[in-house]
């Protein structure tokens, strides 16, 4: 039965291939190297339909020229994929600005916004591109966040909201939705501030985007914000799925861009991007999820009830080492385990 299911979709995420790389790491791996891996991946005939991508050199020009997103689309289609969600460069080294920061700051944010969403309207009218939602957060530290939380959350909210308007008039039709990522580098908003009241009122237009791999930051919010005890047992399953359904209560109605990963719980990080949940294989024996069942908190309601929210999940494996990236094995893992939380909560 898992084997054929079709939805939702599988895609994989390119941006592994940047994320932690770069002078002060690894050397970045190229946007054909990804997609072959991608594409060679294969478990009893199933494969991935599709890939997310980072709008980011050396992969995707965030200023590319019609000819450059045909080029794209052509190299990806080769490979019998598809396009799904796209991430929006907006963080200050990609040539955005913090969503809290000054007036010239939050205009490139925008900025940057506005260009992610012309770009998937144009993958959208090549055919490569039927779904996906435009991914960004507040490009912002939770240090400089917590010096005003109350302005901050405001600033970042009016800056999202105006992102919003921004889809709706540079779509050409095809009405992307922003989606903001649920992860600690969200300034403060980590897990739990991320929501309606931070948002704001365009609940339609920008929702967080959460993973599994956030039980890692179960324990690592701000003490009073924490739903898993410092120094907690890893052992006590029960705990940490009382701990997971609290949260996923919570966040579960804003969540329709979904992303699978595993994760050993500690926060650490590679090259200049540090201080964050590193992801490992999803058969490592330090990980802390059961993926296929974890994953159901997130696609099914308080009944059991699917929700169907997503048409494709993508796996999320930042800052895996490229020896590890390059070895197909890697990615037939990744897949199979794909493969099963869709047999667990997919449909046709």
């Not at 410092?230 to 940490?240: C, H, K, N, R, V």
């Not at 949260?247 to 719980?265: E, G, K, S």
């Not at 993926?291 to 930042?318: K, L, N, S, V």
Request: charged content about 25%; aromatic content about 6%.
């Amino acid at each position: 039965m898992a084997l054929s299911l079709n939805y939702p979709k599988l895609h994989n995420a390119m941006w592994p291939g940047l994320v932690g790389k770069g002078p002060d790491s690894e050397p970045p791996i190229d946007l054909d190297t990804m997609l072959d891996l991608t594409a060679n991946a294969s478990v009893d005939g199933v494969k991935f339909d599709g890939v997310d991508l980072f709008l980011f050199d050396p992969h995707v020009n965030i200023d590319s020229s019609d000819d450059d997103l045909k080029r794209l689309a052509d190299r990806i289609r080769a490979r019998q994929l598809v396009v799904g969600s796209l991430v929006a460069p907006v963080w200050p080294p990609t040539g955005g600005g913090a969503a809290m920061g000054n007036a010239d700051e939050r205009r490139q944010f925008v900025t940057q916004v506005r260009k992610a969403c012309q770009i998937g309207a144009k993958l959208r009218a090549s055919g490569i591109r039927k779904a996906g939602v435009i991914r960004i957060d507040s490009a912002s530290s939770p240090a400089e966040w917590a010096k005003d939380p109350a302005g901050n959350t405001k600033k970042i909210a009016a800056t999202f909201r105006e992102a919003c308007t921004v889809r709706r008039s540079s779509a050409n039709g095809s009405r992307p939705k922003e989606k903001s990522a649920g992860a600690a580098c969200t300034a403060g908003n980590g897990i739990w501030n991320c929501s309606s009241r931070w948002i704001g009122r365009r609940r339609s237009a920008s929702r967080p985007t959460w993973r599994t791999r956030c039980c890692s930051r179960l324990g690592y919010n701000a003490p009073e914000d924490r739903l898993l005890p410092e120094g907690f047992d890893w052992t006590s399953g029960q705990a940490l799925d009382d701990a997971l359904k609290t949260m996923t209560r919570a966040l579960r109605p804003w969540t329709n861009d979904f992303h699978v990963a595993q994760n050993d719980a500690t926060v650490k990080g590679s090259g200049s991007h540090d201080k964050t949940g590193r992801h490992c294989l999803p058969t490592d024996p330090n990980g802390k999820l059961d993926i296929p069942r974890h994953a159901g908190y997130w696609m099914r309601d308080e009944t059991g009830a699917q929700t169907r929210a997503f048409a494709h999940i993508c796996w999320d494996g930042c800052m895996f080492p490229n020896a590890t990236m390059m070895q197909p094995d890697t990615w037939n893992a990744v897949l199979k385990t794909m493969i099963a939380v869709r047999g667990a909560h997919g449909w046709n």
